[in-house]
């Protein structure tokens, strides 16, 4: 099991940055993947960042070069530096943990923190 609360967002003007946390409830060192995903009303979740254990990064296209996805694991948090805001990134952002055992695959999901860039 793990839990995950994140933190951090709240508006901003466009152009501007935000960092956003998510503190796991467990050592995330072990944990597969660790993602940050976004949901804008009336659209689906999309994939924005992830990082593997082994610290392998990967981006949505919309945000390569303005966002960078990090993680402590002294301190079980993961971050998502976000700059150059624009209003297409109003959005809740959700962090995701994927935790792979012997008996399975399991995804965890955070409460959501909402990002508002204002034009």
């Known amino acids: 099991q793990v839990q995950l609360v994140e933190s951090g967002g709240g508006l901003v003007q466009a152009g501007g940055s935000l960092r956003l946390s998510c503190a796991a409830s467990r050592s995330i060192f072990s944990i597969n993947y660790m993602r940050w995903y976004r949901q804008a009303p009336g659209k689906q979740r999309e994939l924005v960042a992830a990082i593997t254990s082994g610290g392998s990064r990967d981006y949505a296209d919309s945000v390569k070069g303005r966002f960078t996805i990090s993680r402590d694991n002294a301190k079980n948090t993961v971050y998502l530096q976000m700059n150059s805001l624009n209003s297409e990134d109003t959005a809740v952002y959700y962090c995701?943990?994927?935790?792979?055992?012997?008996?399975?695959?399991?995804?965890?999901w955070g409460q959501g923190t909402q990002v508002t860039v204002s034009s």
């Open positions: 995701n943990a994927v935790l792979g055992l012997e008996s399975g695959q399991y995804n965890y």
